[in-house]
């Protein structure tokens, strides 16, 4: 396997960006996290979006987050990590420190495993040394990779839409 990185997309990476949100909408399924809802195809003004986010311009009362891009070495994208700088009402039920997503094409090759363990990274020079991470209590897959990484299950809660949510904490000091 190739060595992966955490990165933020920059302006070398539109097209890599359009494949990825093609191939993802081909595949289907849900696309994690959400700062990747908002491209339309316009990847300088999502570029300027996601910077806006990232500095807590314009957002109400969301939280800041950032979002990278699991890249390995050859360039390929994998999937993305929104990291949130803090938890506030919402995030603290549902969504917690991070979401994430691998598109669908590379998933079953650890690379869920590999993008939590590099955002727990993230997290930890920010400063949380308790993370919470949340999933969808019928998402086995990421459950098993939240598990993989420490995660030690709290409780299920119901998010804003009426879905039953796993809520899982990590000691990231370990």
Wanted: proline letters at 2%; charged letters at 25%.
């Amino acid at each position: 396997m190739n060595k992966c990185c955490l990165v933020k997309p920059n302006s070398t990476d539109e097209n890599a960006i359009h494949n990825l949100m093609e191939r993802w909408k081909i595949f289907g399924g849900r696309m994690n996290p959400g700062l990747l809802w908002h491209f339309d195809g316009n990847y300088f003004e999502w570029l300027r979006y996601l910077t806006n986010w990232e500095n807590g311009i314009d957002i109400g009362e969301e939280v800041p987050q950032t979002l990278f891009l699991l890249k390995r070495d050859d360039g390929a994208i994998l999937g993305a990590v929104s990291i949130r700088h803090y938890l506030n009402h919402t995030n603290i039920i549902d969504g917690g420190h991070l979401g994430y997503g691998i598109c669908p094409e590379f998933r079953g090759f650890g690379y869920g495993d590999i993008i939590l363990k590099l955002a727990l990274k993230k997290l930890l020079e920010m400063g949380i040394e308790k993370v919470l991470v949340t999933c969808d209590f019928d998402n086995y897959a990421s459950q098993k990779v939240i598990l993989n990484n420490g995660g030690v299950l709290e409780n299920q809660a119901l998010d804003e839409d009426g879905i039953t949510v796993n809520r899982y904490w990590i000691d990231n000091t370990k």
